[in-house]
Structure formats: C-alpha cells, structure tokens
C-alpha cells in the first residue's frame, strides 16, 4: 500500500471515525492494441467504459461506455489504476474534469463530473 494512501485513510479515520471514497459510477478496462483493434477504438492507451451505473455521477455528466478516459483534472489516465490515483484525494462533492475520447468525435471531448461517495466495500 502506498504511503500516500495509508496516510490519508488514517487522517480520515481520525477525523471522522471512517474512510470516505469517491467514485464514478463506471466500470473500466485498460485500452491494449489488441482490445483497440477489437473495439475500433480511437487511441491505444486510456481507460475504455465498459458500463456506465444508471443515476451516477458518470452518467449524470454524460460519459457513455466505449468512451475512452485519458486525463482527469489534466492528469494523464494511462489505465483504470491511474483513474483511482488521480480520484483517491478528492472528497464527494468534487468537480473534476474528465476528458475522454468518442468513437463519433473527432478529437478529444471534456465533461465535468460531481463525484459521489462510493458505497459498499
């Protein structure tokens, strides 16, 4: 576990006696050569939409599945871990922005998405 990570679950523990998580509302793959030629998908590296949760932030902000993530906040998303890194230190309620890539456009696409706190384990 990375430190960064074991230090802000303590401080949130501590403070609030919990851990507070943010999430999406998507289900994510790594976009490889082979999953882009397969797909028709636009670039060759990102994080694919697989399924978008109906009513979640995702979806709210118009993200659709076969779009592809690649930077969030201007942080470059190489893959769905690098989506969790970038989102671990934002709080619900956040606006990030999210640019991705669309099949039917013809460069990359920017939406803003509230986050919301992720439910479960």
Excluded: F, W, Y
């Excluded at 009513?55 to 989506?83: C, F, M, N, Q, Y």
């Amino acid at each position: 576990m990375p430190i960064n990570l074991a230090r802000n679950v303590a401080d949130q523990i501590l403070a609030t006696g919990r851990v507070r998580r943010v999430m999406l509302g998507v289900i994510l793959s790594d976009v490889t050569a082979e999953l882009a030629e397969r797909l028709d998908l636009p670039v060759e590296q990102g994080a694919v939409v697989m399924e978008v949760a109906s009513g979640s932030p995702a979806h709210k902000a118009g993200i659709r599945g076969a779009d592809i993530l690649t930077a969030i906040d201007g942080d470059e998303v190489k893959t769905g871990g690098d989506v969790r890194r970038v989102l671990r230190p934002h709080k619900p309620g956040d606006t990030v922005s999210v640019t991705l890539r669309r099949r039917s456009e013809s460069g990359p696409v920017t939406v803003r998405v509230v986050l919301a706190e992720a439910t479960g384990d």
